[in-house]
Each structure stands twice: as C-alpha cells, then as structure tokens.
C-alpha cells in the first residue's frame, strides 16, 4: 500500500534532455584557437557573461586563448594571476606551464564536457595554440553572506556561528570542530543541470560503515534535473514514505553536525543551502537541543522533560478538550463544566468543528507570520490575535476555553527543538480531533496506539526509530531521558542509538 502510495505521490521521473551533453562528449579540444573559440561561443551563445581573451604572440599570431563567465569570477584574480603572466611570457617568447601560474588549483583536461563544467564552476580556461588540452585554473568568485546565528536554532549559551550558503565556507567551519584527518568528505555532483556539489562527511572509525554506504549509494542513485536546497535529497533519500516523523535530522548549526559525527552518524553538505542533513536519527533527536550540552546536567535533564510533557500536551490537548467536553462531561468537575457550558452558550459549532477551526486559524496566522517581512508579520501576528481572541470570543463564534486550549497547544508545538520534528506533529493534531470528536477517549487511545506502532515500525538507515526504547538499549537510554554527567575526560554524548561493535571501541579510546 505505501508502495504504491509512494508512486502515485512521485508520479513519472523527471524527463532529463542530454542533448547538449551528448555534443560535449562528442568533441575534443583542438590545436587550433579560433575552432576552439567557435565552438565555446556556440555553446554559450546569448550569454552575455561569457569572456573570451586572446593572447598574441610577437609575431601577431593568436598564441593563447582565455576564456571565463564575468558573473562568477574574480576578475582581478584573472587579471593579476592568468592574464599578466602569459602576456608577459607571449612578449618574451618564453614557456610557461599550469603548474608556473600562482593559482590554487588547476587541472588540464582535453574532455569538452569537463571543461564546459569547470568553466560553469568559475574556472578560468586556458586554450593554447598546437595544444589538444586546456588548462582550466580556479579563479571563482566566491561571494557569500557573513556567518550569522541560525535563525531556526537559537541558543542562551553556546556557539553562534551557523551555516552559510557556501558549502566551502561550511566546510571550514566543520573542520574548526573536528580537526582530525579521519574526517572523511566524498563528493557528489546531483542535478542533470544544477550540477549541485554534495558532500557526504563522517569520520572514519566512528561511523557504521554499513550506514556510510546506504547514504553513499543512496545519493549516487539519484537522478534530477536540479537540487536547490537540501528538502530534495531528505526527500529522496528517506525510507519512509509518509513523513509525519522525519527519518533524517535536519540544522544550521555546526557544532550540532559536529556532535553528530562525533556519534557516529554521517552529515550530507549541500551547497546553496545553510542546512545540513544528519542521519541515521531516532525519535528522541528530535527532542534533543545542542544547549542540553552546555548546560549543567540537571538543569538540562529538567528542561529535556518538560518538552516532553510539552510533546503529549501538543499533540493531545486539543483532543482531550473535545472528547471530554463532548462525550465524557462526567469526567469535568461540576463547576468548570457550568463554566464551560456558559462560555459556549452563545457559540454555535459543534466543539470538534470550533477546535478544528480554530487550529486552522492558527496555523494560517503562523504561516503569514513567517511569510511576510519581520515588521508586518508580527503587525498581522496581533492583529490576528486581537480579532480571534477577543473578537471571535465576543461575537459568540468561538468559545475562550477553546481559545486558550489552542494557544496552549500552539506554544506547546514551539517547545519542540527540532522544526521539522515539530511540523509532523501539528499535523497530527488533526486527524487526532477527528477522532476524538467521533469516538471520545478511544478515538485518543486509538490514535495514540497508531502513533506508537507507526513510530517502533519506521527506520532510520536501518536503524529502528524508536531505539533505545524498542528496541531496548540501557546504555543508549541514559542519554535519552536524562543528560548525564560527564566523566572526566569524555566530552562528547553518548550515541542515542547502540552499537554494539562501535561503542566499546570508542570508550576504550576515551
């Protein structure tokens, strides 16, 4: 059934057009300058970016041709590290390698398609007369934004750099953390046309090598025209179908990816993007914050379970409301249900339709909130409040227990550390009032049971989701419900997930 859900939902691949590719593969580079320009200026005719530099030798001859995309380059690098020294070497008549130009890094290639990728990537292609090769020398632009505080994982205490959209940048970041040669990088390129450069990062000797290949094979099996954020590769990559519960950890911070690799676990960099992805991950990473690691033990056991109260109270508040007030009043106290019944006097929906119409609202108001500019957002935050919290009650639409049973779970849903874990679980809500509406207490008891089985049946990169508690692992489960103290020496967490040939491994290390 999820099978073919799966397909229903993706529908026919993406139809990929190789045309191009196909001409690139076809053709070498030649000896002659102005074949090789032809054929560069065909391929990028009406783009306007596109340089193309001659060089002339003494004798008037065309010696060297230089190519590069104005947009993605540093000219002034080309100008000081590529143009000078070859015109400079053409007036003297003297040779000069790839190997003589003070650049970074620089490979020769004959292979159109290679070059036509380099010279996408912002490299600097050297054509040179009576040679059947190019020299291609990185002189890229890169352009970036500063480094920032995440604005998806603010934190009291702890570092406050996070990613950026470029991925070497990234990079260095990671590697301030971990600074060890056993911190692997393979890189892919995903996209028929993106041509998006992916990184798949561990550290070798600590990652489960079975889980390493399942994301290496995983990646390099996918086939799309673009990947602009990593949202593609989560969805792709992900074993389960329905993702109420997210299987692969998603975050801007690197000393979370850092803590990550340091568990094991294995991160996925993408570039144009400032969110990392980190697999395998349970249940219980997601009501995990990098702060429960900064902060003394019992203070960061203490807030660990009020998300987890916060958690229930999220996803069952509203439901619990409906079923009691709807078809189990004898369980409400005398007075708070004359309360209840007076404030609904005037309300004329049924409590599941005024609940569910009510967290609709809510969500359209959090929604508008985050699409608009920062100033109106949080005008249409009060107004929306204003005119469903007073308005709406004083109309006699919408009932104040209801209001505030709604903003509770609504601030509930926030306590939640990870967004995308909290995403699934306001979208359980739902379904959750639906039944409790329909069936009372067992629509609640039932919704929790599928909830349960759905969460112990889903994997993570062949690790059980809901580990260490199904199955039972006590030594994972230490870190799971308490943060415990740290011995002295160890300054890392405890995997939340056993490994049985790992872990004693690494504590013979520490």
């Known amino acids: 059934m999820t099978i073919w859900l799966r397909k229903w939902l993706v529908g026919s691949p993406p139809i990929i057009d190789e045309r191009d590719d196909t001409i690139l593969d076809k053709e070498d580079v030649t000896s002659i300058i102005e074949q090789n320009e032809a054929f560069v200026k065909q391929m990028f005719q009406k783009c306007s970016d596109l340089v ?17 995309l104005e947009t993605i380059t540093d000219e002034k690098k080309v100008s000081d590290l590529v143009l000078k020294p070859y015109e400079r070497i053409a007036e003297e008549t003297e040779t000069l390698d790839s190997e003589s130009i003070p650049v970074g890094k620089s490979v020769t290639s004959s292979n159109w398609a290679e070059i036509v990728k380099l010279l996408l990537r912002g490299y600097a292609i050297v054509f040179t ?40 940048v990234n990079v260095g970041l990671l590697r301030n953390y971990i600074r060890t040669p056993r911190l692997k ?53 992900q074993d389960n179908p329905i ?13 979370v990816v850092a803590g990550g690799l340091l568990e094991g676990r294995v991160a996925i960099l993408v570039d144009n993007t400032p969110f990392v992805l980190v697999v395998p991950v349970t249940f219980w990473n997601g009501m995990q914050a990098s702060e429960d690691y900064y902060l003394s033990y019992p203070v960061a056991t203490f807030v660990r379970w009020i998300r987890f109260i916060f958690l229930f109270i999220a996803i069952f508040a509203p439901s619990l409301f409906v079923a009691v007030t709807t078809c189990h009043q004898e369980m409400i106290p005398t007075s708070l249900l004359l309360s209840i019944a007076s404030a609904r006097e005037l309300v ?64 509930a849903a926030f306590v939640i550390p990870r967004f995308n874990f909290a995403n ?63 011995k002295n020496g160890v300054g890392i967490s405890i995997p939340s997930y056993d490994r049985a040939t790992k872990a004693p491994q690494r504590e013979g290390r520490e």
Not at 55 to 66: N, P, Q, S, W
Not at 243 to 255: G, K
């Open 129 to 168: 007369a009576g040679e059947t090769s190019a020299v291609c020398l990185t002189v890229n632009s890169l352009v970036h934004r500063s480094i920032e505080e995440p604005s998806s994982e603010p934190v009291i205490r702890g570092p406050k750099e996070g990613f950026i959209e470029r991925q070497s």
């Open 52 to 68: 193309c530099h001659k060089i002339h030798a003494v004798d008037g001859k065309a010696k060297r041709l230089i190519v590069y």
């Open 424 to 486: 699934g679980i306001r979208l359980l809500r739902f379904p959750i009032i639906f039944l409790a509406g329909s069936l009372g207490l067992y629509g609640i008891a039932l919704s929790f049971l599928g909830i349960l089985l759905h969460v112990v049946h889903l994997k993570s990169f062949g690790v059980p989701y809901f580990t260490p508690v199904a199955p039972f692992s006590l030594r994972a489960i230490k870190d799971v419900w308490f943060r415990v103290p740290r």
């Open 185 to 237: 990088m393979e890189a892919f390129t995903l996209g028929e046309i993106t041509e998006t450069n992916v990184l798949v990062t561990y550290i070798e000797g600590l990652a489960d090598e079975s889980v390493v290949d399942q994301v290496r094979d995983k990646i390099a099996s996918i086939r799309v025209d673009g990947v602009l954020e990593s949202g593609y590769i989560e969805e792709l990559i």
């Open 243 to 255: 993702p109420l519960f997210p299987t692969v950890q998603v975050t801007e911070r690197p000393d």
């Open 348 to 411: 004329p929906l049924p409590v599941m339709i005024e609940t569910l119409l009510m967290e609709i609202m809510f969500e359209a108001l959090r929604e508008a909130g985050l699409r608009l500019p920062r100033t109106i957002g949080q005008t249409v935050s009060i107004v929306g409040a204003l005119v469903i919290g007073q308005a709406a009650v004083q109309a006699g639409i919408i009932s104040a227990p209801t209001v505030i049973v709604v903003s509770m779970t609504g601030i």
